[in-house]
């Protein structure tokens, strides 16, 4: 039996909903196909005949091969009268299309849309040809309406991506068009039969009184009764049960399982007709469409629980507060109100100089938290391309824009869930992702770029910066009202030159994990070594000291790490200082830091690994300073 608590739940999260609207939406192509099959159609002119008969265009057939057959259509049902959309839409018509040349031709066939009057061309256009899967799999000549025959079908076509994503590209229009199509099938009256009669599903229309406009013969022979007997009664007076007004108060649409008679159903209600009226339908549990469906979300659970696993596994690894290394006066008093603020869900802005440790601390807060067992997630804010912004922290649907993932993508706050977001450098996020951001931070809920419903997710945000927000207001490149939300907890990390007295606890944390970790005998400073480590001013903070010990513990030829050898590595450390690299930033020495930067490039061939390691910074801030000082690599 199907948890349809879980179903719901997990359709939530994952947004899975619209995967199974990518079935629903086969099963629609389909029907149109099913429908196509039925119209009786023996010849090309008898096609032109009928199709324009029904409204659903004027077809001209302008290539026949043993290969393929193109069809234009003009005045199309679906689009002809509609504005520029961007998009190709017309699948409805593209079904009926295939299923009458199946006919015709006796043999199965598919159309794709490759022109389309939605997409600025004149008229619409189908590329017909014999479909991919093995013609002994199917006999869509055989009338048989049953549900499985038309759910195998679809589950063929779901695994054809490039026809999932080609019909799927427009989920917003997806439902206009569909009402569209409704509309006026409920209009079309052939031979007394209508396009709803030959849907082979169950379904019934409801008007927004609750009333059953259209029962189709199908779902009134399940009921045993007739269309007449059900037809304008209310849904209460039926006694079904029916979630019509929270469907087209929310415009959302509403799933449910439910046992009618003897029948498990899975039932699904989505708003039509412009949100006048809802569409409801009867799917059996133990069709092969649900169970599909099932295999579809139970997949996208697997990687969900993938990444989310991967991310929380990560998160474990992290330092927690207590293991922070920290024996300055200033940081001592920092620690009691870090453990004070992970505590709660409060959004932290933590600041200070490249290398002082902020994405540490973030690690720390997180670990420290309620949210300790669920995803740490780190956005380096400074390698994420402007155009990308969007989709990588709120994901977006399947076939939201050109180039995007065929199944859409989850977005960092939605794999979040539970969890931190720990946005390094926030100073980087374009300002129209800001305003985005701030929506989020004020009503913790968001849109998946090409998504129509809205997602709330329980994330607590950690900023970090290293840039002056403040002049950045001013200048207009920050949002003063999100600048607002982020401040609410304010933690400074001063630079390790005004805390000089943790480079002994520093030193010796950083040697005896190194060693630890590839294997080295632990070794030890010499005090005099130490006394210098004391007197330089570590422009690089804790990431430069680290790289420094971390050498030293490698190229040291004794267990103790003479004096000499620490100063040798100093002079090395100072000269890439004095060429300007790692100093505080002011205008002044940016221009050197610039000169100096682009030497080195050149002189390493523009190689950012080697030139990085000359100047004894990372790549990451190489490759900061590189967009910061906008040079041309
Ligand atoms: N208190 C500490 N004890 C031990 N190691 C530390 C401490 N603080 C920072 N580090 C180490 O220093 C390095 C730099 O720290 P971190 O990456 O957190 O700095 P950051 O301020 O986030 O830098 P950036 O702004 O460049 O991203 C890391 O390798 C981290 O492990």
Redesign the pocket.
């Known amino acids: 039996m199907i948890n349809i608590e879980k179903l719901k739940s997990i359709t939530t999260t994952l947004g899975t909903r619209n995967n199974s609207k990518v079935l629903e939406e086969e099963i629609y192509y389909n029907t149109a196909k099913n429908f196509g099959t039925r119209l009786n159609i023996t010849s090309f002119d008898m096609l032109t005949e009928k199709m324009s008969e029904l409204g659903i265009g004027q077809v001209r057939i302008t290539l026949i091969s043993d290969s393929k057959i193109i069809v234009q259509l003009h005045e199309c049902f679906t689009c002809g009268e509609m504005e520029y959309r961007g998009e190709s839409i017309c699948y409805f018509e593209g079904g009926i299309l295939a299923g009458a040349i199946s006919s015709i031709l006796g043999r199965n066939m598919d159309a794709v849309e490759t022109n389309c009057h939605a997409l600025g061309d004149n008229y619409c256009e189908f590329k017909v040809t014999p479909e991919k899967i093995q013609e002994t799999d199917l006999d869509i000549n055989k009338k048989d309406d049953n549900m499985v025959n038309l759910a195998l079908h679809s589950l063929r076509l779901a695994k054809n991506y490039s026809r999932v994503e080609h019909k799927t590209k427009e989920f917003h229009y997806k439902n206009q068009r569909l009402n569209q199509a409704l509309k006026r099938a409920l209009e079309i009256n052939n031979s007394n039969k209508t396009i709803l009669d030959n849907m082979p599903n169950f379904l019934a229309m409801i008007d927004n009184n609750g009333v059953v406009i259209k029962i189709n013969k199908q779902y009134s022979e399940f009921l045993k009764t007739s269309s007449s007997e059900i037809e304008n009664k209310n849904v209460n007076t039926l006694g079904w049960k029916s979630k019509y007004k929270d469907v087209l108060n929310n415009g959302n649409s509403e799933i449910w399982q439910e046992q009618i008679g003897k029948e498990e159903f899975i039932i699904f209600e989505s708003p039509v007709t412009e949100g006048n009226g809802v569409l409801r339908q009867l799917i059996p549990t133990d069709s092969e469409f649900v169970k599909l469906m099932f295999d579809k979300i139970s997949f996208l659970e697997r990687e969900m629980k993938y990444y989310k696993n991967k991310a929380v596994a990560k998160s474990s690894e992290t330092?927690s507060i207590d293991d922070?290394?920290?024996s300055s006066q200033s940081?001592k008093e920092v620690i009691p109100y870090m453990k004070k603020v992970s505590k709660t869900d409060a959004t932290v802005l933590?600041r200070?100089?490249?290398?002082?440790?902020?994405?540490?601390?973030?690690?720390a807060i997180h670990k420290e938290s309620h949210r300790k067992n669920s995803p740490f997630i780190c956005i380096?804010c400074t390698t994420i391309p402007e155009n990308f912004f969007e989709a990588e922290l709120f994901g977006y649907e399947p076939g939201a824009f050109t180039g995007a993932n065929k199944n859409g993508k989850i977005g960092k706050l939605e794999l979040a869930h539970g969890g931190t977001v720990f946005l390094?450098?926030i100073g980087e996020i374009p300002l129209e992702t800001q305003a985005k951001l701030l929506r989020f931070l004020q009503e913790k809920e968001f849109e998946r770029i090409g998504a129509i419903s809205t997602k709330k997710v329980d994330v607590r945000i950690i900023a970090?910066?290293?840039q002056d927000l403040e002049v950045m207001i001013s200048n207009g490149k920050f949002r003063k009202d999100l600048y607002y939300r982020l401040n609410v907890i304010n933690i400074n990390?001063p630079p390790l030159r005004e805390r000089l007295e943790?480079i002994p606890a520093?030193v010796d944390?950083?040697l005896l994990?190194f060693c630890k970790e590839v294997g080295l005998n632990i070794k030890e400073f010499q005090e005099q070594g130490l006394k210098e480590l004391i007197h330089y001013h570590w422009p690089g903070?804790?990431?430069e000291?680290?790289n420094l010990v971390k050498r030293l513990a490698i190229n040291s030829e004794h267990s103790t790490i003479t004096k000499e050898e620490v100063v040798k590595e100093i002079q090395k450390t100072k000269k890439n200082v004095n060429l300007g690299i790692n100093n505080p930033v002011t205008d002044l020495k940016e221009l050197t830091e610039k000169d100096q930067i682009l030497k080195v490039l050149e002189e390493h061939n523009f190689n950012k690994t080697s030139a990085a390691d000359e100047l004894g910074i990372?790549r990451?801030?190489l490759y900061?300073k590189i967009k910061r000082y906008e040079i041309e690599c």
Not at 352 to 363: R, W
């Open positions: 330092t922070l290394s920290v940081m933590l200070g100089e490249s290398g002082t440790g902020k994405t540490m601390f973030a690690k380096d390094d450098e970090a910066t290293n990390l943790e520093l944390k950083i994990d903070n804790i990431r000291l680290e990372t990451q801030t900061n």
